[in-house]
Structures are given as structure tokens and as C-alpha cells.
């Protein structure tokens, strides 16, 4: 078995966007080097992340080449496909579904709704002899890794009974002795966790997308097959509308013998955490079964399902599919009568300990971003996390880092970019489709007289000034930015002064810039300069497009990119 994380980052492929930590409802990404990797401990393999992410840094392990090594060396290969499949597979038949399984290798294809079957039984079983309180559902993986590791003290308030894969892996090994192997083929990734607890049977987790991948490698059509075959060892019914909302309770209401139990369901992860979160605070005198499905809508929209027509689209798919199914059913399966072992005890992950930092620590940390008071706490999300105070603890926690606040690093560049600028020898300007100023240096004041120098000191970058009045010559930029041109050379007269523009296009018929030189300055006028003057202009051309690129850049690679502008200004 692969040993890597059923979750993982390819780093060269990050952009450092904090996406996945904006939409992790658990917060198990750390941000290190500008590079986000998930969390083991932290994470509950909702895999939100994964769907999240434009640049598919974030992969799901693809168990596929496992899945291949097992059809070589073993005899009796199981296919146990989720019943979420009518929803992935609607324009397949059943049976050329199985026949397109049976052409990879696998010795059968069953549903893992058989063991959703009696997962149901055993839980109204279990419920029976309950007392009134909160019963937890543990169909889903994902959401048993959230109770574990963020609700300890709700552990024990899971039902203690395997899930209906596991329980699926039972039914298979007594119906085909303890050398079967079963694969699961699914939308879930959580399911991966449970192949990587679970390796005496549960040899392999692979998803829908990777299914349909590997059927295009091997050349199978299934829709070309013919329709002749069926599931082994028969057909479900009522466990096929598992991967609905709602549909585990409506199959455990079909064992209860008494009326007494009230049933919820919710699904998506924000209404899970939020369903969790007041467990503890309702008052009972029933009992309460509470189906949680991490899945917005259920399994039917798993982030390893590969179409996507919508969860009404599924949701209408799987409840046909049984009606179909109940209409057929030929009572072969019977009741479980104590044959399989599903009961599974589950414990609290431990975790290492993290210390609560004082209200001390977090002022300090937010003082290193720039924020003193609470006033500069913007709370705009930019890093991924809700508030400046929760992405405070993130960086006292090793998860975050300073670069993740976008206002900082846009501050950090503006003061830079604006120091850089007033180190160049030749006046410089950026004004936008407003003609108004961006960012100027005390050289371009300086050239356009007392009027300039007056307003640069109560206003050191000019920002928002009119151009039209700062420059005699602003048709050269209203000319720049109408054409769209990259760039465009002029020789002007200002106040007996002879001139060299250098206009140049930032981004196209918005924001361009200008190096402006007084061509009898005595530093032009040197033979070095006189000699190298295009490429003196060329270069600080090209400075200043860095810099103005900094000025409206939020990414964390703005330092990066200002060291490599100051070393190239430490070697002149």
C-alpha cells in the first residue's frame, strides 16, 4: 500500500493563494516557504481542498496502480462500487458497468450497499437498547475523523458499528472465504483512511474519477458491452439510497420495533461542525439518531466523483434506482441474525497538545503585521482564516506566516517600491487611465517646479494628483494609453529644459509609466552615460516596471522580487 496521505500538496504546482485554507472547515493546512501542506493530525479528508484548488495542486493518492498490482497476484479480486454509482453512471446499464469491471480483472462486483444493509439493522439494534441522549451515525468516515479529533468528548455518542463498507468486507469474506480482497471504487477519499486501518481486507480505495481513467487507459467502453450481468452476490434495496440525504434514516426506520427514536439528517461540513458544536447543550428526553454526512448533499457529491450535473440530477438517479430495486427484490439477503461481527469501537485521536496563547502573545504577533490597534484589524479573509485574531494564533501555532496578510505584504511593497523609486537618478512617474498619479519620486516634482516640490512634501507620492496640471506634456500618456503600445519615445521642452520621455505600458490602457532625463545633465552628459544611454534608459525602464508591478501585486512573492531590485542597485 502507498504509504503517502490520502491527501497531498504538489508543491511545484502552489500558488500560494490560501484558498484551501479559506475553505477548510478544520483549518489542517500549514503554510510553510509559501507553500500549503495538509495537516495528518488535523485533517478529517473532506477533501474540500482538492476540489478547491486552481491550480490541482492538492491531489487524492491514486490507489490504482495498487488496485493493478492486486488483479496480477490475487485470485479472488472484489469490486465493492459505492451506490452513489447510479448518480456517476446514469448513461450506463448496470450490467455493462460490471461487465466494463469484470473486462479489468476484478472476480466480482458487488454493492457496497449490502453492507449499508446491515449496517442498518445492527444500528437499529444498537439504538434499541439505548438511553434517551444523542446517537451519532458512523457511516461517514469523514465525520468520524472530525468527532475524534475536534469532539473528544462526543466519542463515545458515535454508534459502535462498522461502516457499510466494512461492513460490506464482512458479507464478502463469508460469502467467499478470508483469501477475498476487496477494492473500493467510490466518490469518497475518507475511504482510503479506512483501506489504510483496515489492510487485512480493505486492500484498495480508488474514486469514480480514477475508475473512468483507467478504463480509457485499458480501452473498455462499458457502454459498449453488453447488459447481461448482475451484482454478486445479489442486488440492494434499501441500503442503495445511502448516499442521500436522509437515506441511512429511512433504512434504520425499516428495523426499529418502536417509534421512539427521532431522526435528523444534515449534510455539508459548515452544518456538521455547526450540528456538533451544541451537541453537548441539548436537552433530552428521547433519543435523538443524527445522520451526518460531510458531503453537501450527501455521498452522491464526493469530492472524487468526476461529472458534474448537480446534486438533483444524483439525488433523483439513486431514488429511481431504488424504487427499481425494491420492485425486484427477491429477499435473498434476509436478516443478519448475529452472522457478522459489525461492532467497532471508536476512540478519541490524540493529538499533540497545543498551548493557548495569551491575549500578550497574539497582540505581539499581530504587531509584526503591522496591526496595533484594533482598528488595523481589517478581518478580510485574505489569508484564508475568518479574522486577524484566529490567523494570529495560526502563526503562534507554526501554521501561518507573516507573508499570508495580504494588507502587510501590500504595505511592505508599497514602502518599498516607493523607497526604490527615490533612489533612481532620473525622474519617474505612474499615472493611470484617470491620468492621475499612482506613484512619482521627488525627482519628477523637482522637475516640474515649486508647485511640484510643495505638493510632494504634503504629499510624498503625489498619489491621486492630476497629471493634466503636473505635466505640459500629458498627451504623451493619454496617447500611450489610448493606442495600447508597449512603448513610446519622445524629446520635450520644459522650461528651457531638453527632455527624453521614456513612456512604457504597464497594463495595457490602464496604468503606464514614465522615465523622464534632462539630456544636459552633467551625469547624461558624461561619456559613460552618453555611450550607454539606451541602455541606462532600457534599464531603468525595466526597474521601474518591476516596481510598478509591486505597487498592485497582494502576493507574498513581492520580497523575493524587491531583493533581487536592491541587489541589482548594490552592484552599480
Not at 440525504?245 to 455547526?274: A, H, P, Q
Not at 533612489?423 to 516640474?448: D, G, M, T, W, Y
Request: hydrophobic share 35%.
Amino acid at each position: 500500500m502507498n504509504d503517502l496521505y490520502p491527501i497531498y500538496t504538489e508543491e511545484y504546482n502552489c500558488q500560494d493563494c490560501y484558498k484551501c485554507v479559506r475553505r477548510c472547515p478544520v483549518k489542517a493546512i500549514r503554510i510553510e516557504d509559501n507553500k500549503a501542506s495538509v495537516l495528518p493530525d488535523y485533517c478529517i479528508l473532506c477533501g474540500t481542498c482538492v476540489e478547491v484548488c486552481p491550480s490541482e495542486a492538492k491531489k487524492m493518492r491514486n490507489d490504482v496502480g495498487r488496485a493493478k498490482e492486486l488483479l496480477k497476484n490475487e485470485l479472488k479480486v472484489i469490486a465493492s462500487i459505492a451506490p452513489s454509482f447510479v448518480a456517476e453512471f446514469g448513461d450506463i446499464k448496470v450490467g455493462q458497468l460490471i461487465a466494463g469491471l469484470k473486462e479489468l480483472g476484478f472476480y466480482a462486483v458487488s454493492e457496497t450497499a449490502l453492507g449499508a444493509e446491515y449496517v442498518s439493522e445492527a444500528t437499529a439494534e444498537y439504538l434499541e437498547e439505548q438511553p434517551s441522549g444523542v446517537y451519532i451515525s458512523s457511516a461517514c468516515p469523514s465525520v468520524v475523523e472530525e468527532v475524534r479529533k475536534y469532539h473528544p468528548e462526543l466519542v463515545s455518542q458515535i454508534v459502535p458499528v462498522k461502516s457499510p463498507l466494512l461492513a460490506h468486507c464482512e458479507l464478502l469474506k463469508d460469502r467467499c472465504g478470508d483469501d477475498v480482497v476487496v477494492v473500493f471504487i467510490g466518490p469518497c477519499i475518507a475511504k482510503k483512511l479506512e483501506s489504510d486501518q483496515h489492510k487485512d481486507t480493505l486492500k484498495a480505495a480508488i474514486t469514480f474519477q480514477d475508475l473512468k481513467q483507467w478504463f480509457d487507459e485499458e480501452g473498455v467502453l462499458p457502454e459498449l458491452l453488453p447488459d447481461g450481468m448482475t451484482f454478486y452476490p445479489y442486488s440492494s434495496v434499501d441500503g442503495s439510497v445511502y448516499p442521500v440525504d436522509g437515506g441511512m434514516n429511512y433504512g434504520i426506520k425499516k428495523f426499529l420495533k418502536e417509534d421512539d427514536v427521532t431522526f435528523m439528517s444534515f449534510s455539508g461540513s459548515d452544518n456538521v461542525s455547526d450540528v456538533l458544536q451544541n451537541v453537548d447543550q441539548w436537552e433530552l428526553s428521547d433519543k435523538v439518531f443524527l445522520e451526518l454526512l460531510t458531503c453537501r448533499g450527501g455521498c452522491i457529491n464526493g469530492p472524487g466523483k468526476s461529472t458534474q450535473q448537480g446534486i438533483g440530477i444524483g439525488n433523483h438517479r439513486v431514488i429511481q434506482y431504488n424504487k427499481c430495486a425494491s420492485l425486484e427484490d427477491n429477499g435473498q439477503k434476509g436478516g443478519m441474525n448475529g452472522k457478522y461481527n459489525l461492532s467497532l469501537s471508536f476512540s478519541a485521536h490524540e493529538q499533540e497538545q497545543v498551548v493557548t496563547p495569551t491575549e500578550q502573545e497574539i497582540f505581539d504577533v499581530l504587531e509584526t503585521v503591522g496591526k496595533y490597534s484594533i482598528k488595523d484589524h481589517l478581518n478580510c479573509g485574505g489569508c484564508g482564516y475568518n479574522t486577524c485574531r484566529n490567523f494570529a494564533i495560526a502563526m503562534l501555532q507554526g501554521k501561518a506566516e507573516q507573508a499570508m496578510c495580504v494588507s502587510y505584504m501590500r504595505q511592505q511593497a508599497q514602502e518599498k517600491a516607493s523607497a526604490l523609486l527615490q533612489q533612481i537618478p532620473a525622474a519617474v512617474v505612474v499615472v493611470n487611465n484617470h491620468l492621475k498619479v499612482v506613484e512619482c519620486n521627488r525627482k519628477f516634482a523637482s522637475l516640474i517646479g515649486d508647485e511640484g516640490e510643495m505638493i510632494f512634501e504634503v504629499k510624498p507620492r503625489m498619489e491621486g494628483s492630476d497629471i493634466k496640471k503636473l505635466f505640459e506634456h500629458y498627451q504623451l500618456f493619454e496617447m500611450l494609453l489610448q493606442s495600447g503600445d508597449e512603448e513610446l519615445q519622445r524629446d520635450v521642452t520644459i522650461n528651457g529644459n531638453r527632455l527624453h520621455v521614456s513612456l512604457f505600458t504597464i497594463q495595457k490602457k490602464k496604468i503606464v509609466g514614465a522615465i523622464i532625463q534632462d539630456l544636459f545633465d552633467p551625469i547624461v552628459k558624461s561619456d559613460y552615460v552618453k555611450n550607454k544611454a539606451a541602455d541606462v534608459i532600457q534599464r531603468n525602464m525595466e526597474t521601474v516596471q518591476k516596481i510598478a508591478f509591486l505597487l498592485g501585486e497582494n502576493a507574498s512573492y513581492t520580497n523575493s522580487m524587491l531583493n533581487s531590485i536592491t541587489k541589482s542597485f548594490e552592484k552599480e
